[in-house]
């Protein structure tokens, strides 16, 4: 069995966990609940039925099987699955390291995260535009202030785009890269790897530039991390500087973090995150039922 997590990406919207094989997957987006497929093979191509879900308080839970379905081999195939997920840890490695960034038009280096892959043999089939997409304002309660309301200005999520959009140039190019385990990364092309190592500080650790050449255009980037930092606490290779900064960013947001807090894999300061959560306790307390 594999065991690992993945990045969702573009727009970046937190983690799924994974554990596979050949015949038999299961999905987690808060390593919690389980979803758990079984891989059908036909003349159109390979897809997976949904089997049940399971989560370690109330175990199994089967879906009815679609008629075409080997149920012998489901049920070989499944109880395998239900022993690794007992036994599995409460997060799995993170370990997409083949990196699609898009980049920036003056020098070339990493501007935003577009797609990740386990393999270089994945590459090819994570075919991406390079066009980078943030989480909507909506998604992420994400509001213009009284005075950008004022003069209808578009939302937040949609002019950080534009501002990746304008910096990425009119023929936007992306590269593949391969990361170290110290963060730095070689450029990857086709099924060559190129000799050249790139420092780990060129590449943003929120997945996304934070130097931007106006003010204007640096408000807008923190005001959108801002609000996403709780969602990206979630990544496993932060640095304690990244991390402590992104906690310090969460501050505002204590119901979020509550909801994501289980999914981090570091903690840079124990006390702020523990008052955070009490917050949050007090907070929904006070939520009507």
């Not at 730095?184 to 050449?213: I, M, N, T």
């Not at 005001?223 to 496993?236: A, E, F, G, H």
Request: glycine share 2%; net charge neutral.
């Amino acid at each position: 069995m594999e065991h690992y997590t993945k990045r969702l990406l573009n727009p970046f919207n937190g983690t799924v966990q994974v554990i596979a094989d050949t015949e038999i997957r299961a999905l987690s987006f808060n390593a919690r609940d389980w979803e758990l497929q079984f891989r059908c093979d036909s003349p159109k191509g390979v897809r997976y039925a949904r089997i049940g879900t399971w989560c370690r308080q109330t175990g199994f839970k089967p879906y009815p099987l679609p008629p075409d379905i080997d149920v012998a081999a489901v049920e070989i195939a499944h109880s395998k699955m239900l022993g690794a997920l007992q036994s599995a840890p409460a997060l799995l490695v993170q370990d997409d390291t083949y990196e699609l960034w898009l980049l920036d038009q003056t020098q070339q280096l990493p501007l935003a995260l577009l797609a990740s892959c386990r393999r270089q043999d994945e590459m090819s089939a994570a075919t991406v535009r390079a066009l980078w997409k943030a989480v909507t304002s909506n998604q992420l309660q994400l509001a213009n202030t009284p005075e950008e309301e004022r003069r209808g200005a578009p939302p937040v999520s949609y002019r950080v785009e534009e501002c990746v959009k304008s910096r990425a140039g009119q023929n936007p190019r992306a590269a593949w890269f391969q990361r170290l385990p110290d963060r730095s990364a070689y450029r990857v092309q086709g099924d060559v790897v190129l000799p050249e190592c790139l420092p780990a500080e060129h590449f943003p650790e929120f997945l996304l530039r934070e130097d931007w050449k106006s003010a204007t255009e640096q408000a807008l980037c923190h005001r959108y991390l801002q609000r996403l930092s709780p969602r990206l606490l979630v990544l496993q290779h932060l640095s304690h500087a990244a991390r402590d900064r992104l906690e310090q960013m969460a501050c505002h947001h204590a119901l979020d973090v509550a909801d994501y807090f289980h999914l981090y894999p570091d903690i840079a300061d124990q006390q702020r995150m523990t008052a955070l959560r009490v917050e949050a306790r007090l907070r929904s307390s006070l939520l009507p039922d």
